[in-house]
């Protein structure tokens, strides 16, 4: 079975199972993925056709979930994607679109990310999930991206995209080395009413970096889910692009896609 994912102009072979597996397991909304987050996904296409980000180094796709953004991505990039998620059942599924697809340079991770090695519980599924460290009926052991790379597990970051469903600031305390080292270009996701968005601003502005809000309608998830865009300061041609980014997304075409209509793309005050 194939689909076009149109915003990301590529076609992505999946499962011809994909047909008749239950909805809870999620692998079946695959080809409905391009119309989700379609502000993000043109605007990441639009960084690597004008070489505003390096295709020849890596990216972390952190809660890579079904692979929606993994498989896209690796066709973009001549470096690896490292795909990390806790599931085992998702971590199969991308293995498997990297075979249908004939795609070598996904790295899988099956792993739980925190900020230090602890033991943390979800309640009943691991395909779509947050922890907690209070109990549930499954239990994981963490790990950090730091210890990642320092097994050099993780090399050569240019991009870090973490959706971990509240997680995200105890992931960037624990890849302290990686930012310093690395210094990639990070989105996160947050939640405006129950995250910490201003602390973890706050954190990212400590290593140098400056953070927009996407302005994206985030079709399937909170009215108050957002992802931020933080540029590290390495990254002169991205930082001086911004007006140039703005002024390509103030096409009428792309203002159904925006949360905040005729607002710019990346919002810098908010």
Known sequence: MRVYFKNEECFVNIPESNLTRHEKYTFNWYPK???????????????????????SKNIIDLGAWIGDNVIPWSYRITGKVFAIDPSPENINYISELCKLNDVKNV??????????????YAPETLIHTSFNL???????????????YDKNIL?????LHLDVEGFEQKVLDGSVKLLE????????????????????????????????????????????????????????N?????????????????????????????????
């Open 155 to 159: 090399t050569d970051i240019e991009f």
């Open 181 to 236: 080292e690395c210094q990639p270009l990070i989105v996160w996701e947050n939640h405006l009413n129950s995250d910490d968005y201003r602390g973890t601003i706050k954190f990212l502005n400590s290593f140098g970096y400056k953070t927009y809000l996407i302005n994206d309608d985030m079709i399937g998830c909170r009215s108050d889910c957002t992802n931020f865009f933080s540029i590290p300061n390495r990254m002169n």
């Open 134 to 148: 209070r109990g549930g009926n499954i239990k994981l052991t963490t790990t950090t991206l730091d210890n990642l």
């Open 33 to 55: 993925r391009d119309n989700h987050e379609v502000i993000f996904r043109l605007l990441i296409k639009y960084l690597y056709k004008n070489f505003l980000i390096n295709e």
């Open 107 to 120: 790295v899988p991770i099956q792993e739980v990310i925190s900020n230090v090695i602890e033991d943390v």
């Open 238 to 270: 991205l930082l001086n692009s911004i007006e140039s980014i703005n002024n390509y997304f103030q096409h009428q075409k792309f203002e159904n896609n925006k949360k905040y209509k005729n607002k710019y793309v990346l919002i810098g005050d908010f």
